[in-house]
């Protein structure tokens, strides 16, 4: 059987996917892998391109690729919701089966119904794999499989995860199978166009699950779905982590930085870290960043990961504001915050080497309104520099604790516009959140201080001066760019899927 994996979000490498598609592979099927990031072509905004339909002749194109699969997989974030309607509504007509998967089929599993014939609720790549067992010697449509919903009077079972996660295999990257939307067309993937897209850069994470239960937080529904577990972090061995990343240093063109997006990096012991630090630094020997919260970081384990290359690590503080604090269950205090910068900052000069701390804070909560995003803009002026500081927008996913509040109390009136169609990469425009933006983009702070005590409000104003900015921090990361000997792409793109 041969089914077809479909993702609609920005990032070709779409760790997850690729595991998922290396585990069916592995167990006897066959697989093909759909990419369909908009950052690549013409005519698109990036952070905003989940609100354009693909065009006719991109459907067509991925309607030809799908003629031979069995099974077509949809891979969906909640704001890719209506072009994963749009997409296989085009794909009706080729009489195969579609299957939606990912967080929102696993968050909102039974209105995903309403468009595809079957949903995976959570890990799919057991459940997958029996589907596919099934759908090889059977064709009736009486699926009981735990982890795929056909109806929705049916009731949810959720399937097994797989514990050992060294059974997934390496990530595929075999580009045999492998497409790509690039330059406004479906191509063939390769090496060259991988590492354009990566841009000198490898993304990928070596575990699941996370130590915190953030009510905002999709890891909030996913620890009830499981049965809400004690110690729900598994990660993959360290020798296989070592290898991929091996694979990944000698097949990416000018690659300068490895990025971790595993949720908490530093949930792991002492020992464990110590031996990850020790092998990447004789295999690996590159730059990289982490993810962290203020309670993990410690003097021992950042040591020894400093030692080994990491001069970049993103911390999440959210909000500074006590009543938001307690209703997102933050656990870390502000102390917490000030002793995690005070011991990067500590390390940092002792090895003299330069950490860039990135503080990551969530800005549009009805709770907290304007007082709340300029608490935490004071907030942030005080955290040490070097530092980087990015905004997201509050979204409140299906079935997470802040959902139910939110909707208990009227903040969500329409949940087409204001759940599915709006995504955490772009902030409202309100005079907060502007001044915030200023910040992020290293504005003087005697000008952001002038802009929160005014009474003056003007957002074309804080527009311009954002406008004025980020051109100058684009241009400072030119600049930057400009020192690493990179290899331009002088390659000619794969060859074009035709109608």
Known sequence: MEICLISLIEDVGCINLRYLSSYIRSHGHTT?????????????????????????????????????????????MSCHFDNAVNISNFLRHLGKPIIWGGIHPTISPKECLDYADLVCVGEG?????????????????????????????DEIIIGKKIENLDELGDPDYNFEHQYVLYKNNIVKL????????????????????????????????????????????RWRSIDSQ???????????????????????????????????????????????????TPLAISYPKLKVLVEAGMNNIGIGIQSVYEPVRKLYKRNESLDHIK???????????????????????ITDNPWGGEIETEKNIRFAMTLPKPRQIRIFSLVFYHGTELYEKAKSKGFIKDELNEVLRVTQLSPKSTHMNEIFKLLSLDCPEFI???????????????K????????????????????????????????????
Request: aromatic residues 10%.
């Open 464 to 499: 311009l001066l954002n406008h004025i900015y980020n051109i100058k921090n684009t241009n400072k990361y030119k600049y930057k760019e400009k020192q690493i000997k990179s290899i331009p792409f002088n390659g000619t793109a794969g060859e074009v899927i035709n109608e």
């Open 242 to 292: 070592i290898e991929e990343l091996k694979w990944a240093k000698k097949t990416i063109k000018n690659l300068n930085r490895i990025e971790f997006s595993d949720d908490t990096f530093l949930s792991r012991s002492f020992e464990e870290i110590k031996e990850f630090a020790i092998k990447y630094k004789k295999e690996i020997n590159l730059p990289f960043i982490i993810l962290s």
């Open 190 to 233: 390769d090496e060259i166009i991988l590492s354009e897209c990566f841009n000198g850069r490898y993304r990928t994470s070596f575990s699941r699950g996370c130590t915190s239960s953030c009510t905002y937080c999709c890891n909030n529904i996913l620890k009830k779905i499981y049965g809400g577990k004690v110690n729900p972090i």
């Open 125 to 153: 790549e057991i459940p997958i794999v029996e589907l596919l067992n099934y759908l090889k010697i059977s064709s009736q449509r009486t699926i009981n499989i735990p982890g795929i919903l056909v109806n929705k009077t």
């Open 32 to 76: 093909k892998l759909i990419f369909l990031p908009r950052l690549y072509s013409e005519g698109w905004s990036s952070d905003e391109s989940y609100k354009y339909p693909y065009p006719r002749e991109i459907l067509l194109q991925i309607s030809k690729l799908c003629q031979t699969s069995d099974v077509i997989g949809i891979s969906l």
């Open 448 to 462: 952001i201080n002038i802009l929160l005590n005014t009474k003056f409000r003007s957002i074309k104003l804080l």
């Open 339 to 361: 002793n995690a910068s005070k011991i990067i900052s500590e390390i940092s000069m002792e090895n003299k080497e330069h950490i860039i701390i990135r503080y990551d804070f």
